[in-house]
């Protein structure tokens, strides 16, 4: 099993796919049990983290050259997600300050996961358009438990923007810096 | 420049996207918290949830003593609770309570409602004694309210849906629900002023747009000499290359 997955790229993407997409679906399904929204985002994000062993850093978009265009980059996404809240902000739901933590924790690992390993696993499969969207339709179907239908296209906007900017820099410092601004003010 | 078009149509296409949903890239940390609303925020969207639900309870009347109960609406969105007495009910056999979500939505100009609002009745009056603030004396509501909204910050109470609301206090002792101590019975609502900041995270409703601000202007002073530095270093090798204009930060191979 190993071996073919090791061989052959599209099994081991959708090896990936349905491992990340099983770990999002249970943890959106632990959340609704009454005290449990923390042990299973912690839980749920590890799980997600253990998916980049064995890859390297470079491939996963890591990497610490012009690192202040990276950090650049993650500080202009954060502004284009959040600007839309930000405009109406009075109708945009706060986190508990207790969730900041667990909210970085799995910020982190979604981009480890959907715009690291996923991306990697799908380029090495079919190419950069393959990951791009490949990635994307992951993330929204990743979020179609938890979240109301309305907000999928919301989503799936936004894990195309993230995707592009993966693809065009090569870079997952700017989509997590991003990400968890994003997710640190709603 | 394909690429930097590319991620501008992106970014075009999530901000039309984003806009068309409250608040936009609202991630969330689990599924939204399902609310029945009598009047549906437009962020509830396909969540508004089924008809919010009323609530109905006898109180046992022992030698003119009421019996502790708690009187619930069946979605389990807003509940009463009574300490033995809390009741003024001398000659009674019971005490009848009754819960009603109010429709038409009461919207004081002062106040952000978070919640339904709940008419609680009962055919007894409360025993006259100041309310205290965790103790449940003589009676204390708890709302449940959705992550969708802001949480709130008071439980208010009215005599009537016009107002005037009264701040009763709240605290939050489980996630999602907001409860106070009250010794009248009325109009209850959740929420917190128009003009003041939610608790949870003070002064967020005003941190969020500074906080892009400064992002958008933090990204437009340190990127443009970076642009330039970048531009200057790629035009010593070649001004008119296609590679200049290219946002790449790791260098290609």
Known sequence: MIAA??????????VIGA????????RAVASTI?????????????????TAVGWPAPQLGFGTSRLPLRILGGFALAAVLLLPAAVRASEAPIIPASFAMVAVIISVAQEVAFRGVLYAALDEAGGAPLAIVGSTVAWTAAHALSHPPAFLWAVAAAGLLLALWRWACRDLVAPIIGHVIADLAL | MKRPLLIAAAASVYLVAAWMVAPGFYDGFGPTQPYNWVCPPPIAGANSGASASSGHLVINVIDGTSDANTAFTADGQMS????????????KTHVTVDITPVSPCPNPPD???????????ADAPLIQVPPTTTQCQPACVAMLYSNLMPAPSFVYLADSPNGPWKNIGGTENQLLVIR???NQLGYFAAGYPANAVNKNSPGSSQLLPIAVAVLIVGVLIAGIPLAILRRRAAGNVDEESDEEDDPEVTPRT
């Open chain 2, 180 to 182: 106070a101590d009250t």
């Open chain 2, 111 to 121: 106040l952000h409602f978070t919640t339904n609002v709940y008419q609680v009745t």
């Open chain 1, 34 to 50: 009454p005290g449990a929204v923390v042990p299973a985002i912690l839980i749920g994000g590890a799980a997600l983290l253990v």
């Open chain 1, 19 to 26: 491992y990340i997409l099983l770990v999002e679906w249970s």
């Open chain 1, 5 to 14: 997955l090791s061989t052959r790229p599209a099994l081991r993407a959708a």
């Open chain 2, 80 to 91: 009463v609770s009574f300490l033995p007495g809390a009741f003024q009910a001398a000659g």
